[in-house]
């Protein structure tokens, strides 16, 4: 069984992270599984803090991204959007290149609020940084949208 609703392969999120933080950061998403959403994020000049390792800042828009993109996925988009409402991190270990991996998977799915949890590994699957956020949702229609569809 699936997390998702309706058909998420026809759902294009790199073409709704043009122009937007996802883009600029360098995330992607890399899998979409039954049960997790899978994304990745360098560790470059856009990520690194002054003392050159991870920007905590940049793990949290990874971990928020990632579970907005699975909220997303896993409400009827044509009558509900997500909002973030909360999230938290706890930093494990410094990252200074290469990338990290988050793997985000439902705590809790609502019909009104969903908990995830986001877990960051480096290239070495060492955990990197863990968070938990909590998305909000909202009885309107998704406005996630292309550069070219938004208003």
């Not at 990520?47 to 991870?54: F, I, R, S, Y």
């Not at 971990?63 to 907005?68: F, G, I, K, M, R």
């Not at 439902?106 to 290239?123: L, M, Y």
């Not at 909590?134 to 938004?150: F, K, W």
Request: net charge negative.
């Amino acid at each position: 069984m699936t997390l998702w609703h309706g058909d998420v392969v026809g759902v294009d999120l790199p073409a709704m992270a043009t122009g937007t933080l996802i883009e600029s950061l360098g995330i992607e998403i890399v899998e979409v599984r039954d049960d997790a959403l899978v994304g990745r994020m360098p560790v470059d000049r856009r990520t690194v803090q002054p003392a050159g390792v991870l920007h905590g800042g940049a793990s949290v828009a990874l971990a928020e991204t990632l579970a907005s993109w699975a909220g997303y996925l896993a409400v009827d988009r044509e009558r509900f959007h997500v909002v973030g409402q909360e999230i938290n991190a706890n930093h494990i270990r410094p990252v200074s290149s290469g990338w990290v991996t988050a793997t985000v998977t439902p705590a809790n799915i609502g019909r009104r609020a969903h908990v995830w949890e986001i877990r960051i590994a480096d290239e070495a699957g060492r955990l990197v940084c863990i968070s938990r956020c909590t998305l909000a949702v909202i009885e309107q229609r998704s406005t996630y949208a292309t550069p070219d569809q938004r208003g």
